[in-house]
């Protein structure tokens, strides 16, 4: 299973991004998929995930600013940031937890990571 990540960039403060995340190659079925962040000298850190039926979850400092959806026929995961803010600045990273074949268990596969900016 690989992710491949796009849609990050520079944007000024209050503006917006769409973020996507493709997974392809060899793939049984996707459990939960997200998006995680890593700011410089930081953790990194949940920032939203989606069940497959499409219940979501959100890091309290991005509630009401960003929004994760999915399309299960493209295994595709997007995560869509208005209001954007400095502090959002930060690599951000896909993760799905996924299993290639019926016989091998789930386990989490890692996006390599697009930069977000927010700055004017």
């Known amino acids: 299973v690989q992710l491949q990540a796009s849609g990050g960039g520079l944007v000024q403060p209050g503006g917006s991004l769409r973020l996507s995340c493709a997974a392809s190659?060899?793939?049984?079925?996707?459990?939960?998929m997200g998006w995680y962040r890593q700011a410089p000298g930081k953790q990194r850190e949940l920032v939203a995930k989606?069940?497959?039926?499409?219940?979501?979850n959100y890091a309290d400092s991005v509630k009401g600013r960003f929004s994760i959806s999915r399309d299960n026929a493209k295994n595709t995961v997007y995560l869509q940031m208005n209001s954007l803010k400095p502090e959002d600045t930060a690599v951000y990273y896909c993760?799905?937890?996924?299993?290639?074949?019926?016989?091998?268990?789930?386990?989490?596969?890692w996006g390599q990571g697009t930069l977000v900016t927010v700055s004017s």
């Open positions: 190659g060899s793939i049984f079925s996707i459990n939960d």
């Open positions: 989606i069940t497959s039926g499409g219940t979501t």
């Open positions: 993760n799905a937890e996924a299993k290639a074949y019926h016989y091998v268990p789930f386990r989490h596969y």
